[in-house]
């Protein structure tokens, strides 16, 4: 694998570029892996990194029955940070976030880990009791954080509006410095060249039409290229979860939702940190583009169409501009959607399922990018070991038959 | 043939008002234009060559286009703080007198641009993507590097003062939406219309009539302009038409539902000016509901690609026209046109025709033979076949044009180049459908080999006419809108009634070529920029080195290049990098295929989608009846959902204002030693009726309900699903199938939504009833020792204790007017609650405090409410509970009916393992060992405070306060096992390095028995 460095660069100038190498193969699939990972985007390829370098499986294939990192992972506002309520969600996003700090050395591809800080602004007494709340817990747990009032928050973010004035005036805020935002696509390309490098095979343009499974047990996958064998097999499908959970024969606890994101145009900077509001509920950033990267809430319908309402765009720049009476006369760019699939408790599932050899990793919601590096790594260990990594196994998917829920809807809200 | 101050204007001719000149400033210079402009226009008539410098190499860049496709001339517009607008595109900027515009890149100054010597320098080390190959070493650095990499990033900037200006939302509803006012559009306008259609016709720009306005086309005889205005004219006569100019469709969604941007004013000021005293709506979104939607957006030329394309002084064929026969300027003086179709050649003749030189038209075609070519000879005009433009030369401006015979299939030059010296160059690679809005809608469009572009995909109850649909012969293009305005008309009940087709004058066209990408003699990567996406600096070569990096998926191609990222989202550029893609990957365009486009077709201000719902229209504010008598009384307030509540009512003694404290202080006292009252109106009521009313309560509730009599009253708590509290209220008894349900302020819609989602999709065989009449009663309070003496001076309620006795409500008057009374209680004191209509709460109120004075009665607000309800260890939801909760849990195993008949929301999670696990978090009270201490609503709980960090957390404060009557702090909590732990000391480490100790005791602080409630 080409190493990328600043001299590298000065070097490929002087050829014209003529010799970079291709970031990662076009294989033809083999009759059998070791592993298959079912979905090509920022988890699955992390997972796929991560068995090759930590754990030697190489004889890997990802199958993608689109391009790398075309769900989620591009279609998300890029947040990160590690400030979740329960200890156990704190433990797998701070795992991640540990990753994160070393990511772009790790795979030798920069991500843009921009450590700039994430606001979760409290607009009520309730909301600023629920920051005390998970900043307290934040600390305990060894996760940076800190309880503002409204004049820090107006010190961090000069231009919001932290007046009285405001419909639902500013109360205060969390603050976690070592949050911030990623460059999403580099994520996914990152461990796709990545693992690539390490022998792994990265079948794009292959979809999974169904599991074969032998006495309860999984032996491969029929997909639009032919059946490929493996006896362990991860799924990490986000949005497309339970439809390949019906393949092989169960239910899981999901409602896929759209869940739209916009642009403004590029703007020289203006903002330096993310904000995020549960209650006026919009959370906004800018990216290094110039873009402000805005999103708010889920679609209440469920659907596969990777477009939502009108009226949700609506209000969330309300919000927006509640919160940034200034950014009135900004033009909005763009906007997406992508799917989001939901699990009743705002917790993801990382679990084994009722088949053998069968792994589903799913259920992050609106919030999974953030965990990209902790899912992958953790999920890797799972299915080399053939049990639950210790900070995967609280999101068992047996939780919602005993009860022991993990509900981040208090803290979190829906807004992750 | 000049014009006085402006070079470039023509003597003669365009649609612009001569009698009309105005003064504009571009980057502090001063320079006139006329009415009629656009920004664009009047910058080329002034010979403005350098509008912009490139984002990434800061290169020079001047107008290529005069459309919504225009990539380079992006400017931030604005002669006052409050009224900046970035990224504003030049050509679809009205020109106004006084309009202020500004570069948006450049330092000091877009003409000698210190980042253009450094982009020239490095642009070398830039391929695509090198920000993910670098800035990685010392990892400590990338802060610093990317505070660098932001600042030479983004175009225009933000306004840093508030929007002076409103927007209005408009609903609208027709028959036949037509989206672009052009030929093939105004055609179908008009056939829709007169079938007797209500119909909308739309048009982003400045006047409506399209290509029709420069058109060297004759219809009937007429110039081609004129066909547009009667056409115009008769649509603007008829009643069930609507017409929105300068009003763009930009998001094309489910079901015909199409978000249309009308901007009112931004051709007059950069504020919106005064009518009648009053700020006029800068703009409109109107939010249309179509039966049928006809696309008549035309199509965008495609520029070719060749190396130096981005050097001002290269613009589209068709722009050039443009300039010249709408708005009278010649961006030049000698011309060469490259081009791979006939279409392109009007630019020359145009030229010619204004009285500039055509150097040459170098057409890559080896016989061009249509009529417009033979025209162009006849001219004198030089046509160079076989060939193109290889090369632009320049650095601030064209100087030239390195022309050679080129081999298309074989991608190579053949022969040796000719340099034409020359100031300006028009390219032509064909047209490009605007498929934009049809693809919002997830249609994939379908590429046509016949016309070397992609058409849109199939909507339902949308119709592609003219150029947007591959038709580019004008007499086609009227006869295709026609047919298919009358198609949409019959296809949404009315009549078909196809226009009249005015006579054209065919021109014979010949083939065009496919040329995307001009071969250069040295290979793509070594020869100098061609350029593909001018906004992003994204060039062939961008594409090919992403191509070998194996970046195949288009999708991949422009993330990774950032093509069609841009504000122009790529109308220019897109589908050359496709086509470059493509011949990387030896594939075909279409196997290679489109990205998605997603609204907005063009930038669309926030505030226009905000419209009116903002400031204090964001979300209502809901008062209560008695809000006036609050803030008469210096309430503080307290936003509780979408209501405002008096939270305290500071008073002043001795000349100095109560801190809440203090205020919060007295009004407990007020309460536990004579009289208080609380507005609480705000409590959610759900009126419930039908015959299986009960039923339905028993269902909803963990308790029992089949045997509360009317006139009694009892408390209910309603579980989630999954076995978890989520409100809590009093229920009362009106009838045998009659009740009136409390809920919890913030939860009293949800509740509502509740009730319905089980009863719509559960239970609809219950007869049951729900009404929300939270608004229809007020609510107050009357709560302490002498409550009843109080009400009783102002009700013909018997008040006896043994008749009306705790948990009782009573029907009668009270201070004359019809109320309901309900003996419950939130203080733990003797306590009233009355029911009176909203409407006549005030003189209720009113003369409770005329007869109150005597009895100390005091106000008091939600948070005396707080303290009050926590003394007696009350629970509030939302704050003593938090989504993870069970009744049992708060140790209200007596409001659990495990043994009712019909099970219930949340029985079967009650009975899970975890749900019956020791060790839950359990509502206890704490009692810290410094009565001192009020402890911090959500600090965490831990058995041992010597532990390292991370520590087991074992719960956490939930309510805590001071408590005036106890004169010490004291707090509700959840602790792990916590009702088992009773008399147990816990530890609460906090973040200013304290640790506070307190003691595990029950959560009722103040007269556990109850006593004073039954009093």
Redesign the interface.
Known sequence: MQR???F???K??LS???N???????PTPKKEYDVIIVGGGGHGLATAYYLAKEHGITNVAVIEK???G?GNT?RNTTIVRSNYLW?ESAALYEHAMKLWE?L??DI?????????GVLNLG????DM?????????N????IDG??LDARGVQELVP?MDCSKRA??PVMGASWQPRAGVA?H??VA??YARGADGHGVDLL?QTEVTGFKIVDGRVVGVHTNRGDIGAKTVGCVTAGNSSVLANMAGFNLPLESHPLQALV???????LDTVVMSNH?HGYIS?S???DLVIGAGIDGYNGY???G??PT??HT??????MF????????????GGIVDTC??ACPILSKTPVKGLYFNCGWGTGGFKATPGSGHAFAWSLAKGQMHPLAAPFSID?F?????I?E???AGVAH | MKHDKQPNRLLEGGRIDRDRPLTFSFNGQSYTGFAGDTLASALLANGVDIVNRS?KYSRPRGIVAAGAEEPNAVVQLGSSEA?????VRATQQALYDGLSARSTNGWPNVQRDLMGTIGKLSG??M?PG????????P?SM??TY?KY???S???????????P?IYDHLHQHCDVLVIGAGPAGLAAALSAARGGARVILCDEQETMGGSLLDSREMLDGQPAAQWADSALDELASLDNVTLLPRTTAN?Y??HN?V?LHERRTEHLADVAPLANGRRQVRSRLH?VRAGQVVLATGAHERPLVYAGNDVPGNLLAGAVSTYIRRYGVAPGNKLVLSTSNDHAYRAALDWSEAGREVVAIVDARANPDGELVTQAQALGIRVITGSAVVEAKGANRVTGARVAKIDIDGFKVVGKAEELTCDTIASSGGYSPVIHLAS???ARPTWRDDILGFVPGKVTGMTATGGANGVYALAEVIADGSQVGAQAASASGHQTAPIDLPSVAAIREGAAVALYQVPHEK?T??APKQFVDLQNDVTA?GIE?AT??????I??VK??T?MG???D?GKLGNINGMAIAARCLKRSIPEVGTT?F???YT?????A???R????L??P?RYTSLHEWHIKHGAEF???GQWKRPWYFPQTVNGKPETMHEAVARECRAVREKVGILDATTLGKIDIQGKDAREFLGRVYTNKWEKLAVGRVRYGLMCKD???LMDDGTTSCLGENHFLMTTTTGGAAGVMEWLELWHQTEWPELEVYFTSVTDHWATMTVTGPEARNLLAEITDIDLDRDTFKFMDWREGKVAGVPARVFRISFTGELAYEINVQANYAMPVWEALFEHGDKYGLTPYGTETMHVLRAEKGMIIV??DT???VTPEDLGMHWAIGYDKPFSWIGKR?LT????RRENRKQLVGLRPKDPKVVL?????I?FDPDQA???A?MG?V?SSYYSPILDSGFALAVVKGGHKRMGDTVYL???DGQTHAAEIVGPIFYDPKGARQNV
């Open positions: 990328y460095s600043g590298g660069l000065v490929h100038a014209h570029h003529e970079w190498q291709r970031q990662w193969r076009n689109g391009w790398l075309g591009a200890d070393g772009s050395q030798n591809y920069n991500v843009m880990f921009s450590q700039r607009h009520t007494l309730q009791r629920d920051i005390q709340r998970r900043v307290n817990a600390r305990l747990n060894g800190e309880v231009i419909r639902y460059r696509d580099a390309w990152g794009q403004s145009e590029p703007l020289k900077p203006i006026v800018q290094d583009k110039g169409g990777q477009r309402s009108y765009v609506e720049l309300q919000a927006i501009v509640e009476p200034i950014f009135s006369r900004v033009r909005m760019n763009r906007q997406w009743p408790d939780r038959h005993s009860g022991a829920l509900d809807h208090g803290a | 984002f009224a900046q607008v970035p990224n070398g080390f391929p090198f920000y993910y190959k670098t800035f990685m070493a990892a990338w802060m990317e990499i932001r600042k990033a983004g175009l225009g900037r933000s306004p840093t003062e508030s929007d200006d998001g969604h489910d539902f978000t939010r919002h809608t997830g290979t990567l070594r070569a080195v070998r990096e194996g970046f195949e998926s999708e991949h993330r990774y950032a990222f841009g504000t989202q998605v997603r609204p907005n930038p669309v201000t926030f505030g989608i905000v419209g719902h903002c400031r204090e964001f979300d504010e307290e936003d509780v999954d076995g978890m939302g704050q938090d989504g993870s999670a899970r393992p975890d749900t911090q609503e959500g600090a965490q831990v960090i991370p520590m957390m956490h939930t480490p906090m973040a």
